[in-house]
């Protein structure tokens, strides 16, 4: 795989001369927790995190914002208490978008945006319950692309577009089953990069797939093993 420009490198930063490094800010709140979903919301300059897997077993549901300097309680209601959820800000419409993830219950299926004030379910129709997805925004084609999962019984390889209304499978040639991958846009090349994952105890590691620009007719070169 070709180097590229990730976006996760330094989200809503400005360019520093000197090399990048880690600053321990603090601990909490928010309080302990695995897997939750987290998303940089452009249009109001915060990182926004949604619910995750705390102590004892318990799974949460609250939405923090991170300003750059602090945490702050946004939220305790709209998306049920979940863990293993997805999100990514959807720029040509300003809000958040969350998918899927799993408590003790069930796995979830629906769709919530964020608008920087509250939550809404936007739908319930879609890929299906399943946790562990791989969510990116297309920014050159202005779309939500949802990759992989779990549905509780196998793991899946499906892509989907949310275009701000609907969900659309995409019928194309996709990376093999797995969750929990990494995922991101790539302006540089306008494409979206996915990566690594795991299908149960077996890691998916050193492969990668690309989604070429202006369509999804990956090359069979560009699929991992």
Known sequence: LAPFSSPLALVGSPARAHPCQWNHIGNGPPAARAAAAIAYDAARVRSV???????????????????????????????????????????????????????????????????????????????????????????????????????????????????GTSWTQRLVATPSQRASAAMAYDPGAGRIVVTHGETGPLRRGASSSRLPPKGFLVRPSDLPA
């Open 49 to 163: 995190l949604i619910g995750g897997s705390g102590n004892s077993a318990t799974f949460l549901r609250d939405t923090w914002l991170w300003d750059g300097m602090a945490w702050t309680l946004a939220a305790t209601d709209g998306p049920a208490a979940r863990a293993a959820a997805a999100a990514t800000f959807d720029t040509a419409r300003g809000v958040v978008v969350l998918f899927g993830g799993y408590n003790a219950i069930s796995r979830f299926g629906d769709t919530w945006t964020w608008d920087g004030a509250a939550w809404s379910l936007a739908a319930t129709i879609g890929p299906g319950q399943r946790s562990g997805v791989s969510v990116a925004y297309d920014a050159a084609r202005q779309r939500v692309v949802l990759f992989g999962g779990y549905d509780g019984v196998s793991f899946v390889n499906a892509t989907w577009e949310w275009d």
